[in-house]
């Protein structure tokens, strides 16, 4: 009896082995999903997220006041340190011990979606996904002007890119309430639109090239109630057109 009962310890500690190597081979790199492949390319920091964990908080991929005088410290350190990792331990609660630990937060994002009795699933997994991207559509002395392809396509859907930061900006006044404002990509062309609350692109069949956060939380420590002006300011001083040309197919 006692040879059959080592018999068996010995079996399953030799099939554990395998599955712990599995378990950590398909733990998460919490990066942007695999239509936005470029932005691996740009930062191989957010590939760090490989982790015993489900889904990591990504880096930021720059300094908590390298966007000032434009966004403070103060708000970084609210919206990337307190906002965006609240999404982040919230998804890992809702998918913890459950087969989601197993997938990719763009997986996760496209199955709730469908399913409303998800929606909170969905909500915190698409923040997740909608800030990681938000934080590189910013950069240190932004702004400027796009060039090469993505300057040909604005010019071709908008007719010049002042044209297109007009529409842009008057997309993100008037989503009502909480929301984002996306430059996306459909079916070749380039499009803009808005989202409420934790809605994205990739549920509607769009591939995101830029956004803007309009929730309160991206701008209300530093312009109050000035929505407008935050968003000026985005598309004039903060807005990285190499990542937004990087996301074109
Ligand atoms: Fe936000």
């Known amino acids: 009896m006692k040879k059959f009962i080592w018999t068996k310890i010995l079996f399953f500690s030799s099939t554990l082995v395998p599955l712990n190597i599995y378990a950590l081979n398909n733990s998460h790199d919490l990066n942007l999903p695999k239509q936005q492949s470029s932005v691996k390319n740009q930062s191989t920091e957010m590939l760090k997220g490989v982790v ?9 991929p720059y300094a908590m006041n390298a966007l000032e005088p434009h966004v403070s410290q103060k708000t970084l350190e609210f919206h990337y340190g307190k906002h965006h990792q609240t999404y982040v331990t919230n998804l890992n609660n809702l998918t913890k011990d459950t087969p989601l630990a197993q997938k990719k937060l763009e997986e996760i994002i496209l199955e709730s979606a469908k399913d409303p009795a998800k929606a909170g699933l969905f909500n915190n997994a698409a923040q997740v996904w909608n800030h990681t991207f938000f934080w590189h ?20 859907a908008f007719g010049s890119v002042d044209v297109f930061k007009q529409k842009f900006k008057e997309a993100a006044l008037a989503q009502f309430g909480s929301g984002w404002a996306w430059l996306v990509q459909e079916n070749g062309e380039l499009k803009i639109t808005k989202t409420a ?3 994205l692109p990739m549920a509607h069949g769009q591939k995101a090239i830029l956004t803007c956060d309009v929730w309160e939380h991206a ?5 109050q109630n000035r929505r407008a002006d935050f968003v000026q300011v985005f598309l004039d001083n903060l807005v990285n057109w190499e990542f937004a040309a990087s996301n074109l197919d």
């Open 197 to 199: 609350n934790a809605d």
């Open 219 to 223: 701008y209300y420590l530093d312009y």
């Open 52 to 60: 015993s964990m489900p889904f990591e908080l990504p880096p930021l």
């Open 137 to 156: 559509c910013m950069k240190p002395q932004g702004g400027g002007l796009p060039t090469d392809k993505l300057a040909d396509k604005i010019n071709q």
